[in-house]
């Protein structure tokens, strides 16, 4: 049986506003418990919300970064149901009319292929309290710091067909929504969360099959985990002759498994209608130009400048723009190394991040600056030393003392032999101390060139200037 | 007596050092002493801090820096938080509810050094329209002490009506300002929606609801609109528009006034008593120079029952926030949350509350939508396009508030339907989102008339100013029930 994995994926974003969406209270994360609701998000009788203008724009920056419709006018609506951290006893969304319409995100599935995903639209709404069932002797703790809190849900098209789709598309939303500044998409901290909605069909069907929907999968990891963990489990049902119920499950991590939540998830009628309390918001032309123009160069731009500017690949650009940080450390190294892009390229993707990854290090904490990397590729390129000092120098610099590469030679004694009177003398020696392979490479060996450059470059410890040592050699053994 | 001043006589007494505000608050607060057992029309008396109030506004009248208005007590509805203060909304739900913070027109009012007498009774969560279902228990109307004074703001229409306090506050969603105010032979007026602030107005249906003064005369609330008035950055449907002074244009010829009469105002329904005081009190508006022109007001019938879907919608939604989780009643020893839920809005809510809740609920409800809700807005936008229509023709239109005088307790409340009937003239104009007032007309079998009168987006200074003229021209405004002159 040929089954079909169909994935959409629902994205709740916390944007990053100074205060909640309809309240002034703080947003900030980890502070003790109900010190940051105010009356509005305590929803005491009587108060009103008033709408965060910078979460608006937020909306309109995402709407912009996917290409999408932004809607001229969104209603803000109330979707009604009963839970403790839901003070008001409705959460104020938007449901026929959202900011943001449909629009489009590419990702990068590997060196060779992209894959349009759609996005059906993305709306703005406020996050609930958050309910603790842990410490309280059978009772459950209500924090309501996280109740008004501005949220951005992004809903998918079910355009993926695999677990790494989901998780290439996730990330391309984690990456999309720092580029923008409006979220730090932190998943650990729940800035970022993933509802991940999956269902089997039967290849060359049109018909969807029932889905079933992880809620709240808080990394990549898990993400590919989870899902993968539901597609076995789906398919094994359906192969079984069974049926799948649409429900709502959690993934367990330690099990590895999904399971239905054990609450019954009663179809909820949500009663929503448009909220009286907020007025309809209105988008105009002109505001969607100024947001426009303040918006950063988005990842599709940088990539195609990255490979038109810097002649790199396509992968290569692809992985450098993936993340903000990254794509500005990468220009900044250019710039340093004068122009060098490949090389910055080179070293960035490979010895920096393989040494970060190694030390279990963020970018942001690199020890070592752009610049300081530029310099390192300059002196490549002046011939002050070669490839193999480099990457000792490189080594030093890790240990982030913030020393430039000259500062770093100097210091260590890495000069470059650049002698030519010195260079020969070791070539002499080495000359001197094979004479087989002397006689050999004489004889039409030229391959041999090679193991008398590796003993020349041995003897001096490596720090005879390459481009002397070929010249000089060749000299030499030619007799 | 002082209790007979209107707001405009008590600010010329203070100012001329007739009286003190001390002395103005202790002669109220000893009136409602005196006389509230009976008429029930207060919630909680504020006795210390009124007359602390009072001091502080003698203090500021003394040394020159009094607003206006300053030292003249008043009676706040129990639907307006009032902080460090029990605000009970009529309800065993918020009988242990002190508020945290103040409502826009509390601050208002003690911006302008007004002196809070207290709370005053009212219908459970604004719902009602004769005070019948306060969990504080009815109140009585003073012109005869058998019937009810009107709904949902009886409470501030009795004590104004025995002169307990000179004016109060009011809040109208489909009446409750002008129905008590026409029930108890008072000037009361529901200004244009978003003319004032609704934060910390305990919410019924927030699409409708209006704060307003209920006074004895039409200067009187226009002094109070006045200070209530204006725009509210905490309120997103509280406009952004100047405020008149709404005192200015009171005394305007009115010759030329059109006066727009609909026509399906007269027919079935309305006491032939109360048709006949209307009827007369046209002619005097005619006399004034007044033009009364026949309007049509075709889907009249429709607002009833768009009404009555959409206010109980949006009940149903407001009222959710009281679960007994956070403050409010609680049921006691809870088993678990929909325990919780159940039994603390089960216990905490009265049974008219609870119809409506459930009403609303229905109508919002998937399948339900569609029908209800979505097309009584539809209905609710005719009704609006039949005023827009009609204020072509005339300045103001004019008619009766209520189809009967002040009816018996128990007389209407075993059937909601009934009672719901009895805002056919006033619901309209809260859909439509229009300013209206309601002022003494004259009598029917000794019980008080109302006029009302609804003007066009943002009027309240003509319908007060056509109010004002009526009331040179009559005296209906200024009598009260003997037993309490």
């Given at each position: 049986?040929?089954w079909?994995?169909?994935?959409g994926?629902?994205?709740?974003?916390?944007?990053?506003?100074?205060?909640?969406?309809?309240?002034g209270?703080?947003?900030?994360?980890?502070?003790e418990?109900?010190?940051?609701?105010?009356?509005?998000?305590?929803?005491?009788?009587g108060?009103?919300?008033?709408?965060?203008?910078?979460?608006?724009?937020?909306?309109?920056?995402?709407?912009?970064?996917?290409?999408?419709?932004i809607?001229?006018?969104s209603?803000?609506?109330?979707?009604n149901?009963?839970?403790?951290?839901?003070?008001k006893?409705?959460q104020?969304?938007?449901?026929?009319l959202?900011?943001?319409?449909?629009g489009?995100?590419d990702?990068?599935?590997d060196?060779?292929t992209t894959?349009?995903?759609?996005?059906t639209?993305?709306?703005?709404e406020?996050?609930?309290g958050?309910?603790?069932h842990e410490?309280f002797a059978?009772?459950s703790?209500?924090?309501?710091n996280?109740a008004g809190?501005?949220?951005?849900?992004i809903v998918s098209?079910?355009?993926?067909r695999s677990a790494k789709e989901?998780v290439?598309y996730a990330?391309?939303?984690?990456?999309?929504?720092?580029?923008?500044?409006?979220?730090?998409g932190n998943?650990?901290?729940g800035?970022?969360?993933c509802?991940?909605n999956?269902?089997?069909?039967?290849?060359g069907t049109?018909?969807f099959?029932?889905?079933?929907e992880?809620?709240?999968?808080?990394s990549?990891?898990f993400?590919?985990?989870?899902?993968n963990?539901?597609?076995?489990?789906?398919m094994?049902e359906?192969?079984?002759g069974?049926?799948v119920?649409?429900?709502?499950v959690?993934?367990?991590a330690n099990k590895?498994?999904?399971r239905?939540?054990?609450?019954?998830e009663e179809?909820?009628d949500?009663?929503?209608?448009?909220?009286?309390?907020?007025?309809?918001v209105?988008?105009?032309e002109?505001?969607?130009?100024d947001?426009r123009?303040?918006?950063?160069?988005?990842?599709?731009a940088?990539?195609?400048?990255?490979m038109?500017?810097f002649g790199?690949s396509?992968?290569?650009?692809?992985v450098?723009?993936?993340?903000?940080?990254?794509?500005?450390?990468?220009?900044a190294?250019?710039?340093a190394a004068?122009?060098q892009?490949?090389?910055?390229?080179?070293w960035?993707?490979?010895e920096?991040l393989?040494?970060?990854?190694?030390a279990?290090?963020?970018l942001?904490?690199?020890?070592?600056?752009?610049?300081q990397?530029?310099?390192?590729?300059?002196?490549?390129n002046?011939?002050?030393i070669?490839?193999k000092?480099?990457?000792?120098v490189?080594?030093i610099m890790?240990e982030g003392?913030n020393?430039?590469?000259?500062?770093?030679?100097?210091?260590?004694?890495?000069?470059?032999?650049?002698?030519?009177?010195?260079?020969?003398?070791?070539?002499n020696e080495?000359?001197a101390?094979?004479?087989?392979?002397?006689?050999?490479?004489?004889?039409?060996k030229?391959?041999?060139?090679?193991?008398?450059?590796?003993?020349?470059m041995?003897r001096?410890?490596g720090?005879a200037?390459p481009?002397q040592?070929?010249?000089?050699?060749?000299?030499?053994l030619?007799? | 007596?002082l209790?007979?001043?209107?707001?405009?006589?008590l600010r010329?007494?203070?100012?001329?050092?007739?009286f003190?505000?001390?002395?103005?608050?202790?002669h109220?607060?000893?009136?409602?002493q005196?006389?509230?057992?009976?008429?029930?029309?207060f919630i909680?008396?504020c006795?210390?801090?009124a007359?602390?109030?009072a001091?502080?506004?003698d203090l500021?009248r003394?040394?020159?820096?009094?607003?206006?208005?300053?030292?003249?007590?008043?009676?706040?509805k129990?639907i307006?938080?009032?902080?460090?203060?029990?605000?009970?909304?009529?309800?065993?739900m918020?009988?242990n509810?002190?508020?945290?913070?103040?409502?826009?027109v509390?601050?208002?009012c003690e911006?302008?050094g007004?002196?809070?007498?207290?709370k005053?009774?009212?219908?459970?969560?604004a719902m009602g329209?004769s005070?019948?279902?306060?969990?504080y228990?009815?109140?009585?109307?003073p012109?005869?002490?058998?019937k009810?004074?009107?709904?949902?703001?009886?409470?501030?229409a009795?004590?104004?009506a025995?002169?307990l306090?000179?004016a109060a506050?009011?809040?109208?969603?489909?009446?409750?300002?002008?129905?008590?105010?026409?029930?108890?032979?008072?000037?009361?007026?529901?200004?244009?929606y978003g003319r004032?602030?609704r934060?910390?107005?305990?919410?019924?249906?927030?699409s409708?609801?209006?704060?307003?003064p209920?006074?004895?005369?039409?200067?009187d609330a226009?002094?109070?609109?006045?200070?209530?008035?204006?725009?509210?950055?905490?309120?997103?449907?509280?406009?952004?528009?100047?405020?008149?002074?709404?005192?200015?244009?009171?005394?305007?010829?009115?010759?030329?006034?059109?006066i727009?009469?609909?026509?399906?105002?007269f027919?079935?329904g309305?006491?032939?008593?109360?048709?006949?005081?209307?009827?007369q009190s046209l002619k005097?508006?005619?006399?004034?120079g007044?033009i009364?022109v026949?309007?049509?007001?075709?889907?009249?019938g429709?607002?009833?029952p768009?009404y009555y879907v959409?206010?109980p919608?949006?009940?149903s939604?407001?009222?959710s926030?009281f679960d007994?989780a956070r403050?409010?009643?609680?049921c006691?020893?809870p088993?678990d949350l929909?325990?919780?839920y159940?039994r603390?809005?089960g216990?905490?809510?009265?049974?008219?509350?609870?119809?409506?809740i459930m009403?609303?609920t229905?109508a919002?409800?998937?399948?339900?939508y569609?029908a209800?809700y979505?097309?009584?807005q539809k209905?609710r936008?005719?009704?609006?396009?039949?005023?827009?229509?009609?204020?072509e023709?005339?300045?103001?239109i004019?008619?009766p508030?209520?189809?009967?005088v002040?009816f018996?307790?128990?007389e209407?409340?075993?059937?909601p339907?009934?009672m719901?009937?009895?805002?056919i003239?006033?619901i309209?104009?809260?859909?439509?989102?229009l300013?209206?007032?309601?002022?003494p007309a004259?009598?029917s079998?000794?019980?008080?008339v109302?006029?009302?009168?609804?003007?066009?987006?943002?009027?309240e200074?003509?319908?007060?100013?056509v109010?004002?003229?009526?009331q040179?021209v009559?005296?209906?405004?200024s009598?009260l029930p003997?037993q309490?002159?």
């Amino acid at each position: 049986m040929s089954w079909e994995v169909v994935i959409g994926l629902e994205v709740h974003v916390q944007l990053n506003t100074h205060s909640k969406i309809f309240s002034g209270s703080a947003t900030t994360f980890g502070s003790e418990p109900n010190t940051q609701a105010s009356l509005i998000d305590l929803g005491m009788p009587g108060v009103l919300p008033v709408l965060n203008k910078e979460a608006v724009n937020m909306a309109i920056r995402f709407g912009l970064g996917v290409d999408a419709d932004i809607g001229s006018m969104s209603i803000f609506a109330r979707k009604n149901y009963f839970y403790p951290d839901l003070p008001k006893g409705y959460q104020i969304s938007q449901f026929e009319l959202p900011i943001v319409g449909k629009g489009h995100l590419d990702i990068i599935l590997d060196s060779e292929t992209t894959k349009r995903v759609g996005i059906t639209r993305a709306h703005l709404e406020e996050d609930a309290g958050k309910s603790l069932h842990e410490d309280f002797a059978g009772m459950s703790g209500i924090d309501l710091n996280r109740a008004g809190t501005p949220l951005l849900e992004i809903v998918s098209e079910p355009d993926m067909r695999s677990a790494k789709e989901a998780v290439a598309y996730a990330k391309a939303i984690h990456s999309l929504i720092r580029y923008l500044g409006i979220s730090d998409g932190n998943m650990a901290e729940g800035s970022m969360r993933c509802d991940c909605n999956v269902s089997l069909r039967k290849k060359g069907t049109e018909k969807f099959g029932t889905r079933r929907e992880i809620k709240n999968v808080n990394s990549f990891k898990f993400i590919e985990k989870a899902i993968n963990a539901e597609i076995a489990w789906q398919m094994d049902e359906l192969e079984s002759g069974r049926e799948v119920i649409q429900s709502t499950v959690l993934y367990d991590a330690n099990k590895n498994e999904t399971r239905a939540m054990r609450s019954k998830e009663e179809a909820n009628d949500y009663r929503y209608f448009p909220d009286p309390d907020l007025l309809p918001v209105i988008v105009t032309e002109t505001m969607i130009n100024d947001i426009r123009a303040l918006l950063p160069e988005l990842p599709v731009a940088k990539k195609d400048r990255f490979m038109a500017d810097f002649g790199l690949s396509a992968y290569d650009a692809g992985v450098l723009v993936a993340e903000r940080e990254l794509a500005e450390y990468f220009e900044a190294t250019v710039k340093a190394a004068n122009g060098q892009a490949k090389q910055a390229a080179n070293w960035v993707m490979g010895e920096l991040l393989g040494a970060l990854n190694k030390a279990e290090k963020e970018l942001t904490d690199s020890p070592i600056s752009a610049e300081q990397l530029g310099g390192l590729i300059n002196r490549i390129n002046d011939n002050t030393i070669n490839g193999k000092i480099a990457k000792q120098v490189f080594s030093i610099m890790l240990e982030g003392h913030n020393e430039t590469a000259d500062a770093i030679i100097e210091k260590h004694g890495l000069k470059p032999v650049t002698d030519t009177g010195a260079i020969e003398g070791i070539i002499n020696e080495v000359i001197a101390a094979s004479p087989q392979q002397l006689a050999d490479y004489r004889g039409g060996k030229d391959k041999l060139f090679g193991y008398f450059v590796g003993e020349v470059m041995k003897r001096s410890k490596g720090k005879a200037n390459p481009a002397q040592v070929n010249e000089l050699l060749k000299k030499a053994l030619a007799g | 007596m002082l209790h007979t001043y209107t707001l405009a006589a008590l600010r010329d007494g203070l100012a001329r050092g007739d009286f003190s505000s001390r002395e103005l608050t202790q002669h109220f607060l000893n009136r409602i002493q005196q006389y509230d057992s009976e008429l029930n029309s207060f919630i909680t008396v504020c006795a210390d801090n009124a007359l602390a109030q009072a001091q502080i506004a003698d203090l500021a009248r003394a040394n020159g820096s009094a607003h206006a208005l300053a030292g003249i007590p008043l009676a706040q509805k129990d639907i307006f938080c009032t902080q460090g203060v029990k605000t009970s909304c009529g309800s065993k739900m918020l009988d242990n509810f002190i508020s945290p913070y103040n409502a826009h027109v509390i601050s208002q009012c003690e911006s302008a050094g007004l002196v809070m007498l207290g709370k005053t009774n009212m219908d459970e969560f604004a719902m009602g329209s004769s005070n019948e279902s306060s969990f504080y228990g009815a109140v009585k109307n003073p012109w005869d002490l058998t019937k009810v004074p009107g709904g949902s703001s009886g409470g501030s229409a009795a004590a104004v009506a025995a002169r307990l306090a000179p004016a109060a506050t009011g809040t109208d969603t489909g009446g409750s300002i002008r129905q008590p105010a026409a029930l108890c032979n008072l000037t009361g007026l529901k200004p244009t929606y978003g003319r004032v602030s609704r934060w910390g107005m305990i919410a019924y249906a927030s699409s409708l609801d209006q704060a307003g003064p209920m006074t004895q005369t039409a200067e009187d609330a226009a002094l109070l609109l006045n200070v209530m008035a204006g725009h509210d950055a905490k309120d997103s449907t509280s406009i952004d528009k100047d405020v008149p002074d709404y005192t200015v244009t009171l005394n305007n010829d009115l010759k030329g006034l059109r006066i727009g009469i609909p026509k399906q105002y007269f027919g079935e329904g309305l006491d032939a008593d109360v048709a006949t005081v209307i009827q007369q009190s046209l002619k005097e508006l005619e006399k004034l120079g007044a033009i009364l022109v026949e309007v049509d007001l075709p889907n009249t019938g429709l607002s009833v029952p768009a009404y009555y879907v959409i206010a109980p919608a949006e009940a149903s939604s407001n009222l959710s926030r009281f679960d007994g989780a956070r403050f409010g009643y609680r049921c006691d020893n809870p088993k678990d949350l929909t325990d919780l839920y159940k039994r603390s809005r089960g216990e905490g809510f009265g049974s008219e509350v609870k119809r409506r809740i459930m009403i609303g609920t229905y109508a919002l409800s998937a399948g339900y939508y569609d029908a209800y809700y979505l097309q009584a807005q539809k209905v609710r936008r005719l009704v609006q396009q039949d005023f827009v229509k009609a204020f072509e023709q005339c300045d103001v239109i004019a008619g009766p508030t209520s189809p009967s005088v002040a009816f018996g307790f128990g007389e209407k409340n075993t059937d909601p339907v009934a009672m719901y009937l009895s805002d056919i003239y006033t619901i309209a104009t809260n859909l439509a989102g229009l300013p209206a007032m309601s002022i003494p007309a004259g009598f029917s079998k000794n019980l008080p008339v109302g006029l009302q009168l609804v003007g066009n987006y943002w009027q309240e200074a003509q319908l007060l100013n056509v109010a004002h003229r009526y009331q040179q021209v009559t005296a209906w405004h200024s009598q009260l029930p003997f037993q309490f002159a």
